[in-house]
């Protein structure tokens, strides 16, 4: 009888849903011992739990940074989160959300969203079903939200040994703890093309340097179009892919504005399956610090210039690929011209981030979830 994995996620924010889905696929692909479902909390919220993803799309869109780091902050501790499994069942718990959790009866549950992570717990408390839980957190810094709940739950899959020992000092078990590092689309990064084909791609001629800069935002947020405009008037000697995501506003605009001005060296583009394909031939990722695109720009040993994003994790994120001197982390347009002139006019500063990043281990970590799944 094969063994039912169930991969959790909620979608606040693309980072979330990506993670799953790198865990799902590789298990689906790599692994026939086991039968896999995803799912979507969010998918199965009541008013409550619609109304909480509005609000972060409503975040996303307009970053009103101050006001997101400010509750991140003060809600990182255990008193300001007593409500935090409250909210989660009042949010989503509910009859169709149990009739399938039930009726799949997961031996082990994998969660990359906190929210997610409390409600199994719950199930497992009710006697709903009885699976292992792993929860895999998202970022390199850690909040108290994903530890409510800790001494319930079976692991935690982190980013690094950092974040391990953070854990560790917050009170959770070592053991519990698996500095594994955030799940990759190993598969895709395995079949990548080589950097004539890619080059070829985007008609690059190879004589310059690459700059991968992601501007979209889920929300049809304008936030990043200012520090495109600012990267556009500089006569930067590299050629520009922007991404836009799937936020065609905003690449409409962008499109306008590069033909408007007759800019050759920058390619406006909307959404892609290629990024990993792109990051290859890269040079340097310009983008808000997101987990998943710090995952990624450490895995093809690529140094990230980051831009505002929503505070919070993501500060933390910047933070950590400062320290480790793999990143540089600008504030506001100013500074980022600012230092696009100063990368633009001396090249060893990213080629010195990168040559740091290439001492990095490769990421391992859907095979070594894949690994533990098997052990359970």
Known sequence: ?????????????????????????????????????????????????????????????????????????ITDHKVPTLGHNLFSKKSYDNQRLRELIANFNPDITISSHFYCSSIINYYNEIKLINTKLFSIITDYRIHEWWIKNHKKEDGFIVGNEMVKQELVRRGVEAKKVHAFGLPLNITQIQQLDSEEEILKRYK???????????????????YYYDYFKTLAKINLDADVIFISGKNEKLKNKCEKYVKSKNIKNIKVLGFSYDILNIMKISDLVISKPGGATVTECLEMKVPLLSLPGLGGQEKYNAKFMVKKKFGIRVKGTWGFKRWLKKIDNNPNIIKKMHERMLKLDDNKSVEKINDLVNKL
């Not at 693309?14 to 993670?19: D, E, M, N, P, Q």
């Not at 590789?26 to 409550?48: P, Q």
């Open 1 to 73: 009888m094969k063994k039912k994995v169930l991969i959790m996620y909620a979608r606040y924010g693309s980072g979330h849903k990506a993670i799953a889905e790198y865990v799902a696929n590789y298990l689906k692909d790599n692994n026939k011992k086991i039968e896999v479902m995803v799912l979507d909390m969010t998918d199965y919220g009541n008013w409550l739990g619609k109304v909480s993803v509005k609000i972060m799309d409503f975040v996303s869109k307009y970053r009103p940074e101050f006001i997101f780091d400010s509750a991140y902050e």
């Open 204 to 222: 690059f001629k190879g004589n310059k340097k690459v700059y991968l800069f992601f501007g979209g935002g889920t929300a049809g947020s304008m």
